[in-house]
């Protein structure tokens, strides 16, 4: 049983920065895919970004250039560098780990980029 819980969320002026935070609980960390997902209202969840247990990055085409994923396996922690943010970034973020058919959610953090 794996528990991800997310911190780094607030509020946020249009070009201004975040950094997110994943803290999972559990054992074998490093051998879970992890990534980042958001949900803006009225839209459906979408990957941001990922970072495999080999550490092969992917972003969504909207966030390239200014998101970075990371991992530190030693601290159980993934991270997500949030720069240059716009307003239609704002959105709850979760984080999520797979592995095999197994797959667990964090309950999110809300962030909002408003001047």
């Known amino acids: 049983q794996v528990q991800l819980v997310e911190s780094g969320g607030g509020l946020v002026q249009p070009g201004g920065s975040l950094r997110l935070s994943c803290a999972a609980s559990g054992t074998f960390f490093s051998l879970y895919d992890m990534g980042w997902y958001r949900q803006a209202p009225g839209k459906e969840r979408e990957l941001v970004a990922g970072?495999?247990?080999?550490?092969?990055?992917n972003y969504a085409d909207s966030v390239k250039g200014r998101f970075t994923i990371s991992r530190r396996n030693g601290e159980n922690t993934v991270y997500l560098q949030m720069n240059s943010l716009k307003p239609e970034d704002t959105a709850v973020y979760y984080c999520?780990?797979?592995?095999?058919?197994?797959?667990?959610w964090g309950k999110g953090t809300l962030v909002t980029v408003s001047s």
């Open positions: 970072i495999t247990s080999g550490g092969i990055r």
């Open positions: 999520n780990a797979q592995r095999r058919s197994t797959t667990y």
